[in-house]
């Protein structure tokens, strides 16, 4: 009898929250940095104009895709550890361009409306005033919408990746337990069919024949 694996998974809800948060972390910066470049403008840019919460917000941002990113990994190591013990040979499945595409799109949306949330309370905090869909579309930030395209892209690609490497594990734990229930289902040979296969060849038809006269005299 086989043991069920056991093992801790993050609920996608909260996962694609963690990759989504961080990918807005990493945005938010990467919108600034790209648009003012390194430099003490760019550090007092995220120090002012509405961004004393940022600090905080980044460090919670960060141990909540720590935590996910671990859970993550101890669930891949687990499997890996699984898939060796039943000498299962993982498969890549197929659709792994569709996955992409379509942890982007979703990915790509929240972290743009939660830009567009963030530097419109920035700009209420600082200025007295919203600025609506300009946090995407206005000359003051005329790279918001490709930065986040990449960096939603990027993340989403890794998100895939980790899919892909579940699914091959799961796909190859599941048939080598499938196979080690076929053999359990066979049962032991039946001791009639042992005994057949090592009777001895004086138990055959003509052994229980007397011998020969002229071997008997």
Same mark, same amino acid.
């Given at each position: 009898?086989t043991? !069920?694996?056991?093992?801790i998974? @993050? &609920?996608?809800?909260?996962?694609f929250?963690a990759?989504?948060?961080?990918? =807005?972390l990493?945005?938010?910066?990467?919108?600034f940095?790209?648009?003012? $470049? &390194?430099?003490? #403008?760019?550090?007092?840019? %995220? *120090?002012? /104009?509405?961004?004393?919460?940022?600090?905080?917000?980044s460090? $919670?941002?960060?141990v909540?895709?720590?935590?996910?990113?671990?859970?993550?990994?101890?669930?891949?190591? /687990?499997? !890996?550890h699984r898939?060796?013990?039943?000498r @299962?040979r993982?498969? &890549?499945?197929?659709?792994n361009?569709? !996955?992409?595409?379509?942890?982007? #799109?979703?990915?790509?949306?929240?972290?743009?409306?939660?830009?567009?949330?963030?530097e419109n309370?920035e700009?209420v905090?600082a200025?007295?005033?919203a600025? #609506?869909?300009?946090?995407l =579309?206005s000359?003051?930030?005329p =790279?918001?919408?490709?930065?986040?395209?990449?960096?939603? #892209?990027?993340a989403?690609?890794?998100? @895939? %990746?980790?899919?892909r490497?579940? *699914?091959?594990?799961?796909?190859a734990i599941?048939?080598?337990l @499938?196979?080690l229930?076929?053999r359990? !289902?066979?049962? &032991?040979?039946?001791?009639s069919v042992?005994?057949?296969? *090592?009777r001895?060849?004086?138990s055959?038809? $003509?052994?229980?024949r007397? +011998? +020969? $006269?002229?071997?008997?005299?």
């Amino acid at each position: 009898m086989t043991r !069920r694996l056991r093992v801790i998974r @993050a &609920p996608a809800p909260l996962a694609f929250l963690a990759l989504a948060g961080l990918a =807005l972390l990493v945005s938010h910066d990467a919108i600034f940095l790209v648009q003012m $470049g &390194p430099g003490e #403008g760019f550090v007092r840019a %995220l *120090r002012t /104009a509405g961004h004393d919460y940022w600090a905080a917000a980044s460090l $919670g941002l960060i141990v909540a895709a720590t935590i996910a990113a671990a859970i993550t990994v101890a669930r891949l190591r /687990a499997l !890996r550890h699984r898939a060796a013990s039943l000498r @299962a040979r993982p498969r &890549p499945p197929a659709g792994n361009a569709r !996955r992409v595409a379509g942890t982007w #799109g979703p990915l790509f949306a929240v972290v743009a409306a939660g830009f567009v949330i963030q530097e419109n309370v920035e700009h209420v905090i600082a200025h007295s005033h919203a600025i #609506g869909l300009g946090a995407l =579309l206005s000359p003051e930030y005329p =790279l918001a919408l490709p930065v986040i395209a990449v960096i939603t #892209g990027v993340a989403a690609f890794v998100a @895939a %990746l980790v899919w892909r490497t579940e *699914r091959e594990l799961v796909a190859a734990i599941a048939a080598a337990l @499938a196979r080690l229930a076929r053999r359990s !289902r066979r049962g &032991p040979v039946r001791p009639s069919v042992i005994e057949r296969r *090592r009777r001895s060849v004086l138990s055959s038809l $003509g052994a229980s024949r007397a +011998p +020969p $006269g002229m071997l008997a005299a």
